[in-house]
């Protein structure tokens, strides 16, 4: 897979199979969620203050067939994944790559979803 954003693009190495074959022989998709909570700022004085959870994003990302097989979803949505702020001497099997929540919520409404307090 290749990671493309604007200025950088680079070969990703999947480090999660997309499937797992279990014990009695069951083939079993891998499915990805992201829970990222998000904090509201307030003021570091007065009564307000602190850092309140303000509201918490569930999503699911397509696993390594959807992206690059079939409906090869990185194909059609170009800047789905996009390179990862890593050295550049770092091993390039260990290089990560971000995935547009944005995007994926284009793909499908139902793979983003923010839950607000």
Not at 16 to 37: R, W
Request: charged share 25%; with cysteine.
């Amino acid at each position: 897979m290749t990671a493309a954003g604007n200025r950088v693009s680079h070969p990703f190495h999947c480090a999660i199979p997309p499937l797992f074959v279990l014990s009695d022989g069951t083939i079993a998709p891998v499915v990805h969620f992201v829970i990222k909570p998000v904090y509201d700022m307030l003021s570091l004085s007065g009564e307000a203050r602190g850092q309140p959870l303000k509201r918490i994003t569930l999503v699911s990302i397509p696993n390594g067939i959807l992206l690059s097989e079939n409906p090869n979803y990185l194909q059609l949505h170009k800047g789905l994944l996009f390179p990862g702020k890593d050295d550049k001497e770092k091993d390039p099997r260990r290089v990560r790559a971000r995935v547009s929540f944005e995007k994926l919520r284009q793909i499908a409404e139902w793979r983003y979803k923010d839950f607000s307090f």
